[in-house]
């Protein structure tokens, strides 16, 4: 009997122990004195609206608020009212706020919003000019023209390739096999070399243009898509709605731009092309493209391709439209798909959603 209330007031000593230990790692909950009310989180805003802004003091009065926005600041007292235009980019915002107390606190506090285009993409028209051969084994993932040539690098594991092409006859040029653990995604030229993404090892490579001697490597954190350069940075889409400028040199971002029509975001965002500084995305599943506004994020304009390729006429496999290049000899572009026998080159009539502005 002894020996068992010995272990029992044993076992209370070490229960209480441990209950004090944990009490001193458990950190205590930081207290706000300040609160955003207005607007509330995860508001929709449209261009050209305008957003109260408020905040609460639960104790001290505040003497001061600043908005931070980007590199702006804007002093005010207790509201402020500020102009969606304000926003250079639509998609997720977040704004933050520091609060000087009257005890000379200052405490910062933040909010996230959106803010969604107000009218609709407009419809863009086309029309065909040529049929092209397309190989039927090519599963496109990047499709480009560079000096009168067509690149391609078609996807799926232990079949994956990059190809260069003539246009005239699609007589194959240059292709080399990727090595079977890699599925080859978008391709883009900088600097005349090859930047290839895969889709799901956070790798890509970089090739020599003319021999298609791998010469580097890279790394990124997300899937792999589509890939195209703009000015002196690469850009890449993941499958989401967003595309992430990038540095050439060791491939880290830059900035982050968000696809949006007045509907909300636009997800599965495949393969790029820039036109005449516009951004021309395939959606992945989808026989459309989107024309997007490079800085704002904004869809201009939407491209139905659904009538061009009839898949009713095949018996074999066919995928989905992938592949967007961009011919500027004779101002068109060559449209293909996973799979499919014929690429086709199209002309754009919408002259003001096409041209540089």
Not at 69 to 93: A, P
Not at 290 to 306: A, H, M, P, R
Request: hydrophobic share 35%.
């Amino acid at each position: 009997m002894k020996s068992n209330k010995i272990l029992f007031f044993s076992l209370l000593i070490l229960l209480s122990c441990d209950n004090n230990i944990e009490k001193k790692n458990k950190s205590p909950r930081i207290k706000s004195f300040t609160k955003i009310i207005s607007p509330s989180s995860n508001s929709i805003f449209r261009e050209n609206d305008s957003i109260n802004i408020e905040v609460k003091s639960y104790s001290e009065k505040i003497l001061k608020s600043t908005l931070i926005l980007r590199s702006d600041t804007l002093i005010f007292q207790d509201k402020i009212k500020l102009s969606t235009n304000r926003f250079m980019q639509y998609g997720k915002q977040r704004i933050i706020i520091k609060n000087e107390l009257l005890d000379k606190k200052v405490e910062s506090i933040s909010k996230t919003f959106y803010i969604y285009p107000s009218s609709k993409p407009s419809d863009i028209n086309y029309k065909v000019l040529k049929i092209l051969p397309h190989n039927k084994e090519n599963y496109t993932q990047g499709l480009l023209i560079h000096e009168n040539n067509l690149f391609e690098s078609s996807g799926q594991y232990g079949k994956s390739f990059l190809r260069k092409s003539s246009i005239s006859d699609n007589s194959t040029l240059n292709k080399i096999m990727i090595e079977d653990n890699y599925f080859a995604e978008g391709i883009t030229i900088y600097n005349n070399k090859l930047f290839m993404l895969t889709w799901k090892s956070n790798k890509g490579f970089i090739y020599d243009i003319n021999s298609f001697k791998k010469i580097g490597e890279f790394k990124y954190q997300t899937e792999g898509w589509g890939l195209s350069t703009y000015q002196n940075q690469l850009l890449m889409s993941d499958g989401s709605e967003k595309i992430y400028f990038r540095n050439p040199q060791d491939f880290e971002i830059i900035k982050t731009l968000e696809v949006y029509d007045n509907n909300g975001k636009v997800e599965n965002i495949n393969e790029l092309e820039i036109i005449n500084n516009k951004l021309f995305c395939n959606v992945y599943g989808e026989d459309i493209i989107l024309i997007v506004n490079i800085n704002s994020g904004k869809v201009e304009g939407k491209l139905n391709l659904e009538n061009l390729f009839n898949r009713n006429n095949y018996n074999d496999k066919i995928d989905v439209m992938n592949g967007i290049a961009y011919n500027n000899k004779n101002n068109s572009i060559l449209v293909t798909g996973k799979w499919w026998p014929s690429m086709y080159e199209i002309e754009i009539l919408n002259k003001n959603y096409y041209e540089s502005k």
